[in-house]
């Protein structure tokens, strides 16, 4: 497979490129609309055919490029049956597989961040990779204080489902503001502050007591995503 961690420094979003080797046929996770030139050189450089494209949630704090990317390459729009954004080719639900050539993505629902917060995982026989959005940060969690996010949706969605993954699983989020790259399940349960709580109450708790500023470009980022990177 061939694979690239791809950062927008202005908003330090992660986005994922995944190919297969065989088909030439790639996937994209979670776009940013001022990247696409880049996206779309590195598409031509590693002979590559964008099929689909999707986001993991509504973001706040960039805007998407999946409107970009759908016109200038053709390739499927998605984001998760929850996601309000009309634009979309489809959406996918909790369960579904992703297949682009060889690649087979699975679906995993993991609201709290937002409610249409989705992670994707990519098994394999060394643990697989998880592509976690906003849900599942390095050393940290997505914030649940707006988009409708709920503090006790999201304590399921890591400890009932994420953290239910193999250790050896490696971690790539949508975010990190420190300069990581990745990590690994093991690493984060061990290692994360958010995640060293006793119980759904003591991470209520912990989240509600969180005191963070507003997304800077959260009024023009939602809506504009919303109808897939368009800002008119």
């Given amino acids: 497979m061939i694979f690239r961690q791809l950062f927008d420094s202005e908003s330090s979003t992660y986005s994922y490129l995944l190919g297969d080797e065989e088909t030439r046929q790639a996937v994209l996770i979670d776009s940013v609309l001022g990247s696409t030139d880049q996206t779309l050189m590195l ?10 494209a999707l986001d993991t949630h509504t973001h706040a ?15 499927t729009t998605m984001m998760g049956e929850q996601a309000l954004a009309s634009c979309l080719t489809a959406n996918f639900k909790d369960g579904d597989q992703i ?5 087979k993505l699975e679906v995993i629902y993991s609201p709290g961040h937002t409610d249409d917060s989705y992670s ?5 026989e060394t643990g697989g ?23 006790r949706q999201q304590y399921n969605s890591l400890f009932n489902r994420l953290l239910q993954l193999p250790d050896s699983c490696t ?35 912990l989240m509600d007591s969180l005191d963070l500023p507003t997304p ?17």
Avoid at 172 to 186: A, C, E, M, R, V
């Fill in 61 to 75: 704090d960039h805007i998407t490029g999946l409107g970009a990317l759908r016109d200038r390459t053709g390739c």
């Fill in 216 to 232: 800077k470009l959260m009024d023009i980022s939602v809506p504009a995503n919303q109808a897939c990177g368009d800002t008119q």
């Fill in 171 to 205: 971690l790539y989020p949508g975010h990190d503001y420190k300069g990581w790259t990745l990590s690994t399940i093991g690493e984060e349960k061990r290692n994360n502050p958010r995640l060293q709580i006793a119980n759904q109450a003591d991470y209520v708790a």
């Fill in 43 to 52: 598409l031509e450089q590693l002979n590559l055919t964008l099929c689909i």
């Fill in 99 to 103: 297949a682009v050539g060889n690649i």
């Fill in 120 to 124: 994707f995982y990519l098994p394999s």
């Fill in 129 to 151: 990779m998880l592509f976690s959005g906003d849900t599942l940060l390095i050393r940290g969690t997505g914030r649940t204080d707006f988009q409708n996010g709920d503090a």
